[in-house]
């Protein structure tokens, strides 16, 4: 045997079921998908609850759907009347799609798989690429697993192309491989992973609903006659504190407020010199004027950091009056509408849709709040469902964790 033949790593992966054996076959992606055309419809050119043709947006790809789409089960927007595609290719059971673009190497190339369309018209939307078996050498429900896998991933990371934002294209899948297992090794692998999937989704849907239960109770209590009308100026006052000490760099995230900017984003967006940045301590509301989902003038979250950090110039750094007045404004601003109906009246949009308001005009709109007694009652209320949500949260990550092991030591 000579030295090469020694040392080279048959194609199989780390773990396997049992009574499988033998190398998968790994082919370039573009060898096992046929690609189609997609559109570039808007959201503003889409509507829940049409009667057109479905359409799949690559931001529900990121965030708003499971990995298998099922069509009985999934929630997607029709094209509006007027603005259907000349040239369109339906999807079919089977059929995959994924975000070409994500400002996060994470997340490019994030795919789903068409596992039941239910006899409904569907096509792929803006910034999605639509593939399709056509050697049909895979089963249903393998392939988005696959092309999730760290082996396959860590190949898209290395050519995704761009600075702030990252992209592929379709040419980018003549330079990748995939391995391909028989389908009886298919089916064991997809039905595994899918469980765990089924159960991610359950846990998500426990952690919505106590997130539902805290937003009912600061509905409520805006209504109560024990809530008074303030000016947010005379319960928060801006911390003007600079980053002299050169703190970690975080920004703010709708799903997980203040946050390491490499943690969340995988990457850190700071200036070279941080010195002038803003210093955030544990207790402090933040607020970034970033527009983003259903946050059109920004988002307000309060910082559970135990240590100092340091945000952008560019965000407003406030230190409330004590810390329950600040986990009420947090929860507060945690619903869409609320912030969009406190911010509305305060927001001037400028040149290239930017939103022009300064740190102190922040504070100048008036929030009811509950008085002292009922505010003390009320945050100890949230705080127990806020430990609990974090319970149920941690144990989310365990199933992502376990996934994520799998997707990295299943495949080739």
């Known amino acids: 045997m000579s030295d090469t033949?020694?040392?080279?790593?048959?194609?199989?992966?780390?773990?396997?079921?049992?009574?499988?054996?033998?190398?998968?076959?790994?082919?370039?992606?573009?060898?096992?998908?046929?690609?189609?055309?997609?559109?570039?419809?808007?959201?503003?050119?889409?509507?829940?609850?049409?009667?057109g043709l479905l359409n799949l947006h690559y931001g529900l790809i990121h965030n708003g759907l499971p990995s298998q789409i099922d069509i009985n089960n999934s929630s997607l927007p029709a094209i509006k009347a007027g603005n259907e595609p000349r040239r369109i290719t339906l999807c079919k059971e089977g059929d995959i799609a994924f975000a070409d673009a994500s400002e996060d190497t994470n997340d490019v190339g994030k795919v789903v798989e068409f596992v039941d369309c239910a006899g409904k018209n569907v096509v792929c939307g803006l910034h999605t690429i639509h593939g399709r078996d056509k050697l049909d050498i895979t089963v249903l429900g393998f392939k988005v697993y696959a092309f999730?896998?760290?082996?396959?991933?860590?190949?898209?990371?290395?050519?995704?192309?761009?600075?702030?934002?990252?992209?592929?294209?379709v040419g980018c899948f003549d330079e990748v491989c995939v391995g391909i297992p028989s389908k009886e090794e298919?089916?064991?692998?997809?039905?595994?992973?899918?469980?765990?999937?089924?159960?991610?989704?359950?846990?998500?849907?426990?952690?919505?609903?106590?997130?539902?239960?805290?937003?009912?109770?600061?509905?409520?209590?805006?209504?109560s006659s024990f809530s008074r009308k303030v000016y947010l100026r005379e319960i928060l006052n801006e911390r003007k504190e600079l980053n002299e000490h050169g703190y970690d760099i975080c920004s703010v995230s709708v799903s997980k407020g203040v946050v390491n900017q490499v943690e969340c984003l995988g990457r850190s967006f700071a200036a070279k010199e941080t010195?002038?940045?803003?210093?955030?301590?544990?207790?402090?509301?933040?607020?970034?004027?970033?527009?983003?989902?259903?946050?059109?003038?920004?988002?307000?979250?309060?910082?559970y950091l135990d240590a100092p950090v340091a945000v952008s110039p560019l965000y407003g750094v406030?230190?409330?009056?004590?810390?329950?007045?600040?986990?009420?404004?947090?929860?507060f601003f945690c619903s869409p509408q609320n912030a969009k109906n406190y911010l509305h009246k305060l927001i001037q949009k400028g040149a290239k849709n930017t939103i022009n308001i300064t740190n102190q005009h922040f504070l100048d709109n008036l929030i009811s709040i509950p008085e002292d007694d009922a505010l003390q009652r009320i945050v100890a209320l949230i705080e127990i469902l806020s430990a609990k949500v974090s319970l149920e949260r941690k144990l989310l990550s365990f199933y992502s964790k376990q996934k994520t092991f799998l997707l990295s030591k299943l495949f080739i």
Do not use: C
Not at 318 to 331: A, V
């Open 5 to 51: 033949q020694k040392h080279t790593k048959p194609n199989v992966p780390n773990l396997r079921f049992p009574g499988f054996s033998g190398e998968w076959e790994r082919m370039k992606a573009s060898d096992l998908l046929e690609f189609f055309s997609t559109n570039s419809l808007s959201w503003e050119q889409l509507e829940f609850g049409g009667t």
């Open 186 to 223: 298919q089916k064991r692998i997809a039905g595994l992973l899918s469980l765990i999937d089924q159960r991610i989704a359950i846990q998500n849907k426990v952690i919505e609903k106590y997130e539902s239960l805290i937003r009912a109770i600061i509905l409520r209590s805006q209504s």
């Open 318 to 331: 406030y230190k409330p009056i004590d810390y329950l007045t600040g986990i009420y404004l947090h929860h």
């Open 148 to 169: 999730s896998s760290k082996a396959f991933h860590d190949q898209i990371k290395r050519i995704a192309q761009g600075t702030k934002v990252f992209s592929i294209s």
């Open 275 to 303: 010195a002038h940045y803003h210093v955030v301590h544990k207790g402090d509301i933040v607020y970034t004027k970033s527009p983003t989902g259903e946050f059109p003038y920004g988002i307000i979250k309060q910082s």
